[in-house]
C-alpha cells in the first residue's frame, strides 16, 4: 500500500480534470447534430491516445534527465524531424509541417516544444548561479533558434511563436537581467524586420496588415478573423446551444474546429460558458505553478515552468486572435482545439510534470 501510495502520490486529480474537461467541451463544440461527425469521432479516438500517453510517461522517474546526454540526443532526434518534414512532408494548407501515416498524420514541431522546454530546464538548472553570463542567454537562444527556424520556413508561424515564447518566458524565470532583456528586445525586433522582409508569405503579411485594419478586406484576406469576432458575439449570454452555432456549422467561420475553436465555443456556450472555460485553464495554471513551487530541484521547477508558458501562450495567442485583439496566426488552444499531436504532447507534459512532483520532497539528494 505505501508503494501505491507513493506512486499515485504524485497525480493531480485537479490538474487531470480540469485537463480532461477541456477536452472534452471541445469535443462537444465539434459536434453537430446535422451532417457529418467526423472531427467528433477522431476527437474522441485522440482523447483516448492521449490518455494512454499520459498513462505510460507517469510510470518513469525522470530524475535521470538531469545528467547525462539523454535529452541531448531526443533534442537532436526533433532537429532531424524537423529537417525531414521539410523534404517529405505533406502541404496542408500552404504549410509542409507533417507527416500523413495513413490513417493518421503527425506534426514534429509539436513534440519539438516539449523537448526544448526539457533542454532549456536542464540548461538553466545546472547554470541557474551564471544566469548573469550573457553567453547562457547565446547558448540557450541557439538551442531554441534551430527548432524556430525549422518551423518558421515550414512556414507555420503560429507555432515558431510559441517555441520564441517558451524559450523567452523560461529566461525571464532564470533570472536574466534588465540590460540584458534590452539587448534580446533589441534582437527580436531586427528579426521580425528581418522575417517582414524576407520570411513572411504574402498570406502572412496580409493577415497581419488585415489585423491593423481589420475592415479593409472582410471578404479576403480579413475574412475569417472577421467571422470570428462575429461568432464570439452572437453567443451572448448563455449562447445558441451546444450543436446549433450558425457560424461554425453552417461553414461561415472555417477552420472552426481547430484555428476558430473558441469562436465556435463561444457561439454555443456565451459569455457563461467563456468564464467556465477561463476557470478550468485558470485550474490547469495553477496547478503547474503549484507543482513548479514545490519541486525537488531547479529542474523540475523550470519543467513545470515551462509547461506553464506552453499552455499560457497557446491559450493568450489563440483568444487574442479569436476576439480580433492579435493577428491570425494557426495556432491551437491546449485541450480543446482539435488533433492528434498537440493533444498527445500536452496530456504527455502534464503527465511529466506529475510524475515529476511523487519526489519532489525527498530528491534532493540527487543533483
Known amino acids: 500500500m505505501r508503494i501505491l501510495r507513493t506512486f499515485f502520490g504524485g497525480f493531480d486529480l485537479w490538474l487531470f480534470g480540469a485537463a480532461l474537461l477541456l477536452t472534452m467541451l471541445g469535443a462537444v463544440t465539434m459536434f453537430t447534430f446535422e451532417g457529418d461527425n467526423f472531427f467528433f469521432d477522431r476527437q474522441l479516438m485522440w482523447v483516448a491516445i492521449a490518455l494512454l500517453g499520459l498513462l505510460l510517461v507517469y510510470v518513469p522517474d525522470y530524475r535521470f ?12 532526434v526533433s532537429i532531424f524531424l524537423l529537417a525531414l518534414v521539410l523534404i517529405v512532408g505533406v502541404t496542408v494548407k500552404g504549410a509542409k509541417s507533417r507527416f500523413d501515416i495513413g490513417f493518421f498524420a503527425v506534426q514534429p514541431s509539436e513534440y519539438a516544444k516539449l523537448v526544448l522546454i526539457a533542454v532549456l530546464a536542464k540548461y538553466f538548472s545546472k547554470r541557474h548561479e551564471l544566469i548573469g553570463d550573457f553567453k547562457n542567454i547565446l547558448v540557450s537562444g541557439a538551442y531554441a533558434f534551430v527548432p524556430f527556424a525549422l518551423v518558421a520556413v515550414q512556414p507555420d508561424f503560429g507555432s515558431a511563436l ?34 517582414w522582409t524576407v520570411g513572411f508569405e504574402d498570406y502572412q503579411k496580409e493577415r497581419i496588415l488585415t489585423f491593423l485594419n481589420p475592415l479593409e478586406d472582410i471578404q479576403g484576406a480579413g475574412y475569417n478573423a472577421y467571422q470570428s469576432t462575429i461568432a464570439v458575439g452572437s453567443g451572448q449570454v448563455f ?20 484555428d476558430f475553436i473558441f469562436a465556435a465555443f463561444a457561439e454555443e456556450w456565451g459569455f457563461v460558458g467563456a468564464i467556465l472555460l477561463f476557470s478550468l485553464f485558470g485550474i490547469v495554471v495553477w496547478r503547474l505553478l503549484y507543482h513548479a513551487l514545490h519541486a525537488a530541484t531547479n529542474f523540475e521547477k523550470l519543467f513545470a515552468v515551462g509547461v506553464t508558458i506552453l499552455v499560457m501562450s497557446h491559450f493568450l495567442v489563440h483568444i487574442g486572435m479569436n476576439i480580433g485583439l492579435l493577428p491570425v496566426t494557426g495556432t491551437t488552444v491546449p485541450f480543446l482545439s482539435y488533433g492528434g499531436s498537440h493533444l498527445l504532447t500536452e496530456f504527455v507534459a502534464i503527465g511529466m510534470v506529475m510524475a515529476m512532483s511523487r519526489y519532489e520532497r525527498s530528491a534532493v539528494d540527487v543533483s
Open 65 to 76: 534527465l538531469r545528467s547525462g546526454n539523454t535529452l541531448f540526443f531526443i533534442y537532436l
Open 239 to 258: 449562447g445558441k446551444g451546444v450543436g446549433y452555432g450558425t457560424q461554425s456549422k453552417l461553414q461561415f467561420l472555417p477552420e472552426y474546429e481547430t
Open 162 to 195: 510559441i517555441l520564441g515564447c517558451i524559450w523567452f518566458g523560461m529566461v525571464l524565470v532564470a533570472g536574466i537581467s534588465l540590460r540584458h532583456l534590452m539587448v534580446v528586445g533589441t534582437v527580436g525586433v531586427l528579426a521580425l524586420s528581418l522575417l
